[in-house]
């Protein structure tokens, strides 16, 4: 009897903790500075043709960021997916050395992420809450969407600013274009109206 009670405790707490990593969220950001826009340029490089860039933008009286990816450039019969990385790029242009998927929350790759529930996903697996890179052969691929939980205010938790992206191959993972973001527009600074007092001409 004392085994089965120790077996139903064991299963219970198991099925507790489950429960309670799939109810773990992000916070969407709601404290993003208006206007603060950041970008990230593949550059040219010899091992591969993708090319392109990425903004993020935080928009006035709204949350989180607007993102505009743009890419082309495509080796034929490819699937491929683009993250934020934790780390920026070296130097010497080592994708490699970028870091694993930007995840502050520690959700891993373990947890499953799909567009239906953004919320769940590490915040910088971008493919997994908005769809990985389609396209048609010789066509490239641009994508427009609303991110609620990134941040532009340097030292959140989740800010991306000092980061990286990096297009990965599905097929094995491999890391075929990186760049570094960059503060391409300031954040705008809050004009707090002082009052002046009037002096009296008596």
Known sequence: MQSLLTIATLLLGQCLSATALANRTHAPVVTNPHHALYQATLPIRQNTTIRGWI????????TGVKVHADFWGFPNNSSLEYYIHEDPVPSDGNCYRTG???????????????TTTPQACRIGDLSGKHGPIFTA???????????????????????????????????????????NFTLVVR?????VAVPVEKVSED
Do not use: W
């Open 55 to 62: 903004t993020l933008l935080a928009p006035e009286k709204a």
């Open 100 to 114: 694993s998927p930007f995840d502050p929350y520690s959700r891993r790759a373990s947890i499953p992420c799909n």
């Open 187 to 191: 954040p705008e600074i809050p004009v």
């Open 137 to 179: 052969a010789d066509q490239g691929f641009e994508a427009r969407y609303n991110d609620l939980y990134l941040s532009t205010e340097p030292g959140a938790l989740a800010y991306f600013g000092n980061r990286s992206i990096v297009v990965h191959r599905v097929s094995d993972n491999a890391r075929l274009s990186c760049a």
